[in-house]
């Protein structure tokens, strides 16, 4: 249980495209979706918090107008990396969470991004 | 806010023995504390979980951590290393009042030597 689905796992495009990443998660409803960054041999950065039919809030740093995320139902998230350029390519990963905090995260599978 | 710290960004060990990841947390509230283990380019996997239960936690693959409050730590163990054990290694923190939010430490790359 608690399958969380990333797609595509694989991204190169060219500078200037808008990129679309899908966060879904499959055998439950999650409260909470969240979409992490992750850059070589590095921990994770959290990028955004979203939650169902509201704004996503944004960690401190992170531009709202490049990374655009809509939670639409209990199970899709999306995050929109608008206009990409090389310094946007990176690991991209969502989870998601039934909600409460002793509850864990499950995460996707990351997705990785490269913009020529 | 909370804060996790991982001793030894790398760590060595030989196949069959015992692996030790430390963990050290910060929090001036009851935490909630997670090990996740990261394969190359793939998302993180729950390991194991401290929610307030039982302080000794098994999790999968053999893995379990014991949950210290005196000295804030939240050690991963395993008794025999195997090669499938080589990967990524994250402790996270939270606390009720975080919603969910996770904070990780930097990690620690487990290598299994044959």
């Known amino acids: 249980g608690a399958v969380v689905s990333q797609h595509p796992s694989r991204v190169i495009c060219k500078s200037g495209t808008s990129v679309k990443i899908e966060c879904r998660s499959l055998?439950?409803?999650?409260?909470?979706m969240f979409w992490y960054r992750q850059f070589p041999k590095q921990s994770l950065m959290l990028m955004a918090t979203?939650?169902?039919?509201?704004?996503?809030?944004?960690e401190q740093g992170v531009e709202k107008d490049k990374f655009l995320i809509n939670h639409a139902s209990l199970t899709l998230s999306t995050l929109t990396v608008t206009s990409a350029h090389p310094e946007d390519s990176s690991f991209y990963i969502c989870?998601?969470?039934?909600?409460?905090?002793?509850?864990?995260?499950?995460f996707g599978d990351g997705t990785r991004l490269s913009i020529l | 806010a909370q804060s996790v710290t991982q001793l030894g960004s790398h760590v060595s060990v030989s196949e069959g023995a015992l692996v030790l990841l430390r963990c050290n947390y910060s929090s001036s509230v009851p935490p909630y504390l997670f090990w996740y283990v990261q394969y190359p380019n793939q998302g993180l996997q729950l390991l194991l979980k401290?929610?307030?239960?039982?302080?000794l936690v098994k999790g999968i693959n053999g893995f379990e951590a014991e949950f210290k409050k005196s000295e804030t730590s939240f050690h991963l163990t395993k008794p025999s290393a195997h090669m499938s054990d080589a990967a990524e290694y994250f402790c996270?923190?939270?606390?009720?009042?975080?919603?969910?939010?996770?904070?990780f430490g930097g990690g620690t790359r487990v290598l299994v030597k044959p």
């Open positions: 401290y929610t307030s239960a039982a302080t």
């Open positions: 979203s939650n169902e039919g509201s704004k996503a809030t944004y």
């Open positions: 996270a923190v939270t606390v009720k009042a975080a919603g969910n939010k996770l904070t």
């Open positions: 989870s998601a969470s039934l909600g409460g905090s002793n509850q864990p995260q499950h």
């Open positions: 055998d439950f409803q999650a409260t909470t």
